[in-house]
């Protein structure tokens, strides 16, 4: 895609009405007075320095840079922020200026999430306003619809599927009426055989009516049932009668039947539009009309590729997975732990609909990573770590094709973990703990802490702050470097997920609900709660500055605008609950019950 032009130059006429729409409208100066020459706009005669590329040869300070200063934010504020970021600085000082000005960015960001919503939710010092701003356009640009595109892709695939067992249904019958006929006409004189003690009736097969063969036949039937039940003789009018009736309500029966099956098949073929073109007769006889009389096909163009991919990875694990972590910094490498006790790194890079399976962690057999279900993992750099049911934690090194690096015991299954800094890990346990350990000694174990009265959930950290959530809906902020536990707040649900980046955090919950924070000083304040609409266990959270992912054992997958509410884009249905996610450079990846890896990511 190419980068707009930006043209600063502008004729004569176009200058005298900027000149007199500046004259007689008068705009506000920006809230922050930066000290920077010309914000209030540049006199009529300035010119470019000389050391700057003209943007244009006719510019001669008539044009765009005439303006005020709050015009022309105005104008750039409609440019799309990878534009402001990275094209205007090129074209001159004074158009550079406009990515530096706060409050832009931040007008920008208000349009972007609705006038009613807060943005950001957590502390506004020191936050990257115009990082912010590109991330909501990217994500709008790539997720808003696509959720409706799913959709429509998913009943479009039943609806096939309903076609195809029509089709079938069909075929049955066709294959029935064929043994039918098989069954009847085994020829004796040029007439079917008929056992005897059987009704000789009419019958239909594929639109044709057998009908009885004569009276002299239909005589000795009547004499055959005279002598059977030793009633008055049957005479031949009533018998060819009863014949005749017998026939015909066979044979409407046999028609409802068959009307009905091909009734079926084209009400579903009519849904999905397989009824075009057969055997050619339409192009003989010309395109056919839809209901606006308009050619089918010929006057709507074809709709744009989406801007995403979605990825199915390979079946490489036979059990339910567990956990997904994208690894590398670049989204080209997925990991999955799996129920199955295996962990699985996967390749990304290959340009297919699938990934490549690279290494089953641990060498190979069924079960080679650990001895108990995979339930977490994390990774800094090239070192990945990977939770356990059987109370070990696992180091593997991605630099090294996925050689083992240590083993680390608990003395719990490990429910989750994290890796703040280079060879420190910390572990939430099953038995109420949250360890501390050193990856480069024999003996790891640095600090177990007891903080809380159930089963750790989950837990994120920072060089000094650890925040762990546990099942006894206690949330607990610990000082790594005083030692001792700052804050613990008691909540009415307990935490499942949880994420922590630039002084805000994020979590979900056991009834499906969001819960922001904010992180100041040592301070935990919560600032609200939020229904997003998932109906169950908030499984997977990822926030960034302009990005909100949340997934759900109700089996859907959101992605919002981390405002305040959030702004929903886009909702994902899955077929099985989403016991996962991991997001990393634009792609997503989610871990799922059915043992399979789902990946989204740009189209290429």
Not at 423 to 438: E, I, M
Request: glycine share 10%; proline share 6%; charged share 25%.
């Amino acid at each position: 895609m190419s980068e707009p032009r930006v043209t600063v130059g502008q004729d004569e006429a176009g200058a005298g009405r900027g000149e007199k729409e500046a004259k007689s409208a008068p705009l506000k100066q920006p809230s922050n007075e930066a000290s920077r020459p010309g914000q209030l706009g540049l006199p009529p005669g300035s010119q470019l320095p000389s050391a700057e590329p003209s943007p244009s040869p006719s510019a001669e300070g008539s044009g765009l840079l005439s303006l005020p200063w709050e015009m022309v934010a105005r104008i750039a504020s409609h440019l799309p922020a990878q534009c402001v970021i990275t094209v205007l600085p090129q074209v001159c000082h004074t158009l550079g200026n406009v990515g530096k000005d706060s409050t832009a960015w931040q007008l920008r960001a208000r349009r972007l999430t609705g006038p009613r919503a807060s943005f950001p939710v957590g502390p506004r010092d020191g936050f990257d306003w115009p990082s912010a701003c590109l991330e909501m356009e990217e994500l709008i640009a790539c997720w808003t619809g696509q959720g409706e595109r799913a959709a429509r892709e998913a009943e479009q695939a039943e609806r096939e599927r309903e076609v195809e067992r029509a089709q079938e249904r069909q075929r049955d019958r066709d294959a029935l009426a064929e043994e039918g006929i098989g069954e009847w006409e085994e020829v004796e004189e040029g007439r079917p055989q008929v056992d005897e003690g059987v009704e000789e009736v009419g019958f239909q097969v594929e639109g044709v009516m057998a009908v009885p063969w004569d009276g002299e036949e239909l005589m000795e039937e009547g004499e055959m049932q005279q002598d059977r039940e030793g009633d008055l003789p049957m005479g031949v009018g009533e018998g060819e009668e009863r014949q005749e009736a017998a026939a015909e309500a066979m044979m409407m029966e046999e028609e409802r039947d068959d009307e009905q099956g091909v009734l079926e098949a084209i009400e579903v073929e009519e849904r999905v539009g397989v009824l075009a073109d057969r055997d050619g007769q339409d192009d003989i006889a010309g395109p056919r009309l839809g209901r606006d009389g308009e050619r089918n096909g010929s006057s709507r163009a074809p709709s744009p590729p989406p801007a995403l991919e979605r990825l199915s990875l390979p079946s490489g694990h036979i059990a339910e997975v567990n956990s997904v972590l994208l690894v590398g910094g670049d989204g080209a490498v997925c990991a999955s732990g799996s129920r199955d006790r295996n962990v699985n790194l996967w390749d990304l890079r290959d340009g297919g609909s699938t990934g490549r399976l690279l290494h089953t962690l641990g060498g190979q057999g069924l079960f080679s990573t650990h001895k108990g279900w995979v339930w977490c993992l994390a990774a800094r750099g090239p070192l990945l770590a990977s939770g356990s049911f059987d109370s070990t934690v696992r180091l593997w090194d991605l630099g090294a094709q996925g050689a083992e690096r240590g083993l680390i015991r608990a003395r719990a299954a490990v429910l989750c973990l994290a890796l703040p800094q280079k060879d420190v890990l910390l572990a939430g346990t099953y038995d109420k703990k949250v360890s501390v350990y050193d990856t480069r000694v024999a003996e790891p174990l640095v600090k177990s802490l007891r903080l809380h009265s159930n089963a750790v959930l989950c837990l994120v950290a920072d060089e000094q702050y650890i925040l762990s959530g546990s099942k006894d809906r206690t949330v607990v902020i610990y000082d790594r470097r005083a030692g001792k536990t700052l804050q613990k707040l008691q909540l009415s649900s307990y935490l499942l997920s949880m994420c922590y980046s630039d002084s805000e955090v994020w979590a979900g919950d056991n009834r499906g609900m969001l819960h922001a924070f904010s992180m100041q000083a040592g301070f935990f304040k919560p600032l609200s709660q939020f229904d997003v609409g998932h109906t169950s266990l908030v499984t997977g959270i990822h926030r960034s500055p302009g990005s909100l992912y949340t997934c759900s054992a109700d089996r859907t997958i959101k992605v919002h605008l981390p405002c305040a509410p959030p702004r929903t884009l886009c909702t994902l249905h899955h077929q099985a609950g989403v016991n996962g996610l991991s997001v990393e450079a634009g792609v997503l990846a989610i871990a799922s019950g059915e043992m399979c890896v789902e990946v989204w990511r740009a189209r290429r």
